[in-house]
């Protein structure tokens, strides 16, 4: 099965993927521009109402660029919504994206059927997040259009499984479009989760060091400074594992060592995304792939590296 056609604007097969806090309209823009999917969180648009500012904000920028490059255009941009009971925002949120009619809606943590209706209603295509092949047949059995198969090294709340096993898992049964997150930051990354047998790359936190990203300087030098031995992956922050970058909990006055020794916390969004959580604020999350990031650069910038990174891999392997 071939991907979409709104896939067809894309001139590196890469999806970013949505970053708490971090992603913003810039960030997205940026990305479409340069020839990937843009997304965010829809929760990052706060107050609710600014949702939709956003929304028309992105829309206004990537059709003004489509106007001036009409055999160039921007690629799609995708939202993120958290389908998962505690998110009282939810219905309000898909309101606002079917009322702007985005393209692509990322679920993750919950299949809902209404959810992806509402998406079908006006020809946009829902992308699930999964972390293992039982989680991936019930997405599709309530209408997903497509899977993020999140393995192993992910940024934020990742699974444990191989690519090469959940990937494999996955394509025996389905052959419809398929991503794979986990410690992709490279144009060989990409083209590797092709030969596995993903449609295309989903890659997050390269982009954290990024002059567009809504992070702290601080932060984004400790993801050019760190490399995969410095993720720690735990449960305590938000009730379901996610890796972490080490250095920030030190810097929090956490002990690494004593983090993996608590309680897990219940996972409750209401709270996660309050304008007074202070935990997001200097416990940062990241992938295992950020051992290839060596410098903040402009979005536009990260991106031709990895065309560059994709087309010499392409290459190699051609002989």
Not at 146 to 164: D, E, F, K, M, R
């Amino acid at each position: 099965m071939s991907l979409p056609a709104l896939f067809k604007t894309l001139t590196l097969p890469a999806v970013a993927s949505p970053m708490f806090i971090i992603s913003n309209p810039e960030m997205v823009i940026a990305q479409c521009k340069a020839g990937i999917v843009g997304s965010f969180p829809a929760l990052n648009a706060r107050p609710q109402e600014a949702l939709d500012d956003w929304l028309t904000q992105i829309e206004d920028a990537l059709d003004a660029h489509n106007q001036v490059n009409p055999d160039s255009p921007a690629a799609p941009f995708a939202v993120n919504q958290i389908v998962h009971r505690s998110n009282d925002r939810l219905m309000a949120d898909l309101e606002v994206c079917v009322k702007h009619e985005v393209p692509i809606v990322i679920t993750s943590l919950g299949a809902v059927e209404a959810v992806n209706e509402a998406v079908h209603s006006y020809g946009g295509i829902v992308l699930h997040d999964v972390i293992n092949n039982r989680y991936a047949k019930k997405a599709i059995e309530k209408g997903a259009d497509g899977l993020i198969a999140v393995a192993t090294g992910a940024g934020g709340h990742a699974g444990t499984l191989s690519p090469l096993a959940l990937i494999g898992e996955i394509r025996s049964w389905f052959d419809g479009p398929l991503l794979l997150s986990g410690a992709i930051s490279t144009g060989a990354s990409i083209l590797a989760a092709q030969a596995m047998g993903a449609d295309l790359g989903y890659i997050g936190s390269a982009f954290i060091a990024s002059q567009e990203a809504n992070a702290d300087a601080a932060y984004k030098q400790m993801i050019v400074d760190c490399s995969a031995d410095d993720i720690l992956y735990t449960d305590r922050f938000t009730g379901i594992h996610g890796n972490y970058l080490a250095p920030s909990l030190t810097a929090a006055g956490i002990d690494p060592k004593d983090i993996l020794k608590e309680e897990k916390n219940n996972m409750d969004f209401a709270k996660a995304n309050a304008d007074n959580a202070q935990v997001w604020k200097h416990i940062w999350g990241s992938g295992q792939g950020i051992g290839t990031v060596e410098r903040v650069e402009p979005v536009a910038d990260i991106v031709a590296r990895l065309k560059a990174e994709y087309s010499a891999a392409r290459v190699r392997l051609l002989g």
